[in-house]
């Protein structure tokens, strides 16, 4: 693989937009360029950088990035904007956050845009986990069909009120509820990315109910 130091162009080819906010952001995927699921990526534009996971395959030739537009984010509202045939600056890939198969069921716990790196996982095969992803409303709920398919167990959990005409299974509550109150009790690897603050409380509470239990984790702020 190389060096964290090194850099790359690519070329914006297209937006997909799963809402108002979320969007993947598709890339030309330069020469060379490797990565394992689950890492992420320092892309730039104009001094602005800013880090993202990658949600290709590994042997996609499309690179994949997934995006929340924030109002106060100057690269997300950047990004949404700019055209197809920009060009990007983009880092090597980097993070240790990736799949350690063992003989524990997988249980990925995320909350918002902290799903990429199992979209990731997913997509390069892995299955038969279970999967929380902890959101405010079901349009948040990116490549939910995808991940329930390959899943043994997806739970969405709604911070707000489960929209009437809800079609699908979901929990209304916090992914640390779930985890606390329905959760069957079991012999899990535990990944965990998202907000500092649930991988803090999830951490002690897994600590507390599966004491024997591996625990990976990445934050963003």
Known sequence: MPPTSAQYNVTILDHHWFNDEIYELRCTRPPGFTFQPGQFVELGH????????????PEEAV??????RMPQGNLSVLLAELPPGTI??????????????????????????????????YAA???DFT??????????LVYRNELNAAARCYMPCLSAPI??????????GYVSTYVRTVLPHGDYDFYLCGRRAMIHDLTHLLDERYPQARIY???YD
């Open 46 to 57: 104009q001094h602005l950088e800013r880090e993202y996971t990658i949600v290709s395959a």
């Open 63 to 68: 690179l994949r990035l997934l995006i929340k």
């Open 88 to 121: 990007l600056n983009l880092s090597a890939a980097k993070g240790y956050f990736c799949f350690q198969p063992s003989d524990k069921q997988p249980c990925f716990i995320a909350t918002g845009t902290g799903i990429a790196p199992f979209i990731a996982m």
């Open 125 to 127: 095969g892995v299955r």
């Open 131 to 140: 999967l929380l992803h902890g959101v405010r409303h079901p349009s948040a």
């Open 163 to 172: 929209p009437t005409g809800t079609d699908f299974p979901c929990f209304q």
């Open 217 to 219: 984790s990445e934050a």
